[in-house]
């Protein structure tokens, strides 16, 4: 049977004899030796490469994100299934659990596309207190969630207060996305006293780089790999501690003890017989 | 380091709970299943998909609905290589990646198909809710295939004595499939997606287990083929 052959236009990579290539690039000629892991990544999600003080923008994202403390829930969730003794398979389960989910690296996403809406209503006027306090309310009254803000359990994001010194090293302090931040979040912090959270200091610093909100999410997924991995692979090395908890660890709260229709059907019909036989 | 540097909102501060709440299944040696002695009444008058529609619904189906569940999930379950979820975990299988890893692939494949379908008829769904217009056309049968399949679903149907009235309209297979979930109470999505994830992940697993590790060369790596370019898109 003749069928038309199928074929997919990629940009991503080619396998050749002698040099491969990977987004226009030749892999042993252009990017080994001249390339870093952020810059692949970067490379990976955008489909071109950022000057090297953008990717160490990029670098400070990695390294101030890094909470990885096994009690938080996606890592949490990484460790139990690395208890199991595997761990990529338990990286993998982190990794899936975080596109649009409420916390994690797709609160970037969320908050880039907030940003973005508080852009388009502000339009030239982002640097007027006043309107901005308008807009901005305009929002909260139709929002009563807002991605970006919020800092559970203690009163400022401390990665945020970090990652602020970084970008004010960085000489960012005063681009377009990052400033927006700053003057929606004052506004914000006064009518609903929540702060500003890592997410929207991702998205902001992102949003500056040229990142879509899509690409946000996907490079703030691949700058918090490492966590993953740590629990993942101490996790698998720990193996069957966490495999299955004790009952006195689990507290049962559903449905009472109950007999099926079924079961008490053939129980009235065993007690009809019964009586028959009597 | 000293212990004090070791504080943080975890220690001080939040109140949490020091058990973890289970609302299903009773954790032990006996397990009850939304109530029910799954080894001493589900397992000698039920089946696998009663107990299924059970920990999806909380509730057990009635006879009907027992029975067109079961329809339901045998029409479901047949997923050929064709589709991108198994084909992905025949894929895993020429990797040689172990069972584990394989059933991942499958059931990640499997969860990511039945997501993008439900996307793809979410106005079903809306229509199914109101039933005030004649059903959106894309949603009908395409072709005499399309139409035999629904004739062999409504022929399956009738002995378990569930009609489903919205078959009239000569729905695509998978809208009248959908149509039936919606019919035997599955009209939560998250539900929904679950059942129609777990009846299919049989067909990736065995069609990929049926593959042989590392047969690389009997695999047609150009199905598509990939066209390398380095224009921007």
Known sequence: MNLPELTQPTRTAHWGWHEHRY???RVFQQLTGHETLTG?????VLGRRLPSDACAVVDDIACTVTMADPRIWPLKLTRLVAAYGSALPAAAAGLVSTEDARIGAWAATRSAETLLAFDAALGARSDEPEFVRTVVKAYLAEHRFVWGFGTPFRDRDERLVAFRKCIQHRRRASLHYWSLMN??????????GAQPNMGIAIAAALLDLGLTTHQVGCL?????QHMFLAQAVEGAAQGAALRELAPGYVEFVGHAPRSSPRAEKSAEKAALLDAQHE | MSR???DGPL?????????????IVTPGERPLVHGYDVEGDLARHYQSSDLLFLMLMGELPSEPVSRAFAVACLFLAPVSVAHASTHAAVVGRLCGAPASGLFGVAAIAAAEHAHSLLDEHQQLFDWLHARQSPLPEHFRARDAA??????????????TGVAIPALAERPSRDAAL?????ELGFERREPLEAAIMLARLPSGIAEALAERPTNFGNYPINLPRFEYTESAQ
């Open chain 2, 178 to 182: 959908l149509m039936l979930l919606f």
């Open chain 1, 40 to 44: 692949l990544t970067v490379l990976s």
């Open chain 2, 11 to 23: 220690e001080n501060g939040a109140e949490f709970p020091s058990r973890l709440t289970a609302r």
């Open chain 2, 4 to 6: 004090p540097e070791l």
């Open chain 1, 220 to 224: 703030a997924s691949a700058l918090m």
């Open chain 1, 23 to 25: 987004f226009g690039h």
């Open chain 1, 183 to 192: 003057a929606v979040s004052e506004v914000v912090i006064d009518l609903r």
């Open chain 2, 146 to 159: 399309d139409l035999a399949a629904v004739e062999r679903l409504e022929q399956a149907l009738v002995p």
